[in-house]
């Protein structure tokens, strides 16, 4: 392993509309993968606030967030894109959210470089961080009828 050991606390955003998810596009330097909007959070900042903010700097839109669906921790010791050894911890912690404004566009001289929309049922077609995965998991939770929903007791 190497020397250096970072972790890092991270917020995302899972943003769904009409069949749609609000995902962003990592650099080249980072893979060029797509993930949900969201990144790093500053020193002193609420994570939900982190969350807003990032899917701003990184879409363009406006996101108000609703619920917390996950909290994932990931341990890196290679580097997806480079190969190299690393010692990475990293917290991610994903909530739910909604579109309130805004006009979609990509990042520029930032971590991603596109912003799309993309259909929920074309996301395995797609190449992704596991954290998509993850927290489309955690919100397709939240989307499912409970026991007993719409169940009157005492009904015939």
Do not use: F
Not at 47 to 74: K, M, N, Y
Request: glycine share 12%; charged share 25%; with cysteine.
């Amino acid at each position: 392993m190497p020397a250096t050991r970072v972790q890092r606390a991270a917020a995302y955003v899972v943003c769904v509309e009409d069949g749609q998810v609000l995902l962003s596009r990592l650099t080249p330097r980072l893979g060029s993968r797509w993930t949900l909007p969201g990144g790093g959070i500053e020193h002193g900042e609420h994570p939900a606030d982190t969350a807003v903010r990032e899917a701003e700097e990184e879409t363009g839109l406006d996101v108000r967030v609703d619920d917390l669906l996950t909290v994932d921790s990931l341990h890196l010791v290679r580097d997806h894109v480079t190969g190299a050894e690393l010692d990475h911890h990293a917290i991610r912690i994903v909530y739910s959210g909604t579109v309130v404004g805004g006009t979609l566009r990509n990042e520029v001289g930032g971590s991603s470089d596109a912003a799309a929309w993309v259909p929920i049922a074309a996301l395995d077609t797609l190449d992704q961080v596991s954290l998509v995965k993850i927290g489309m998991d955690a919100w397709r939770a939240t989307q499912r009828d409970l026991p007993g929903a719409g169940v009157v007791e005492g009904a015939g």
